[in-house]
């Protein structure tokens, strides 16, 4: 899979909602009520990211829920990371709709 360039990375970014290009990697925080709501979340992505065979770098405390994504095969973010972000936003949506 062949990596994006900047300018492309920058162009996708536009139809996600806060998240980021920095370090090579694209992310986002997410911010639950409580610990079981970012750990359920997290559950559900890991679910999604096995079937995918992406994983995701992340990090949680107690609320909080930091996601990057990059494809390390590609040493940089892909078609994959986005596709990823997307099916993460929809997951969320999904919990916490509105």
């Known amino acids: 899979m062949k990596k994006f ?4 990375i920058q162009s996708v970014l536009r ?3 806060r998240w980021n290009y920095t370090e090579g990697c694209i992310e986002k925080e997410f911010v639950f009520n409580n610990f079981k709501d970012a750990l359920a979340a997290m559950v559900r992505i890991g679910f ?5 065979d992406h994983h995701p770098e992340w990090s949680n405390v107690y609320n909080k829920l930091n996601i990057r994504l990059r ?5 940089g ?6 596709f990823l972000a997307k ?7 999904q919990m916490h709709p509105g």
């Open 5 to 8: 360039d900047s300018e492309t």
């Open 15 to 17: 139809d996600l909602k």
């Open 48 to 52: 999604e990211a096995e079937n995918m």
């Open 71 to 75: 494809t390390h095969a590609a040493d």
């Open 77 to 82: 973010v892909t078609e994959k990371d986005f």
């Open 87 to 93: 099916k993460i936003e929809e997951i969320i949506s």
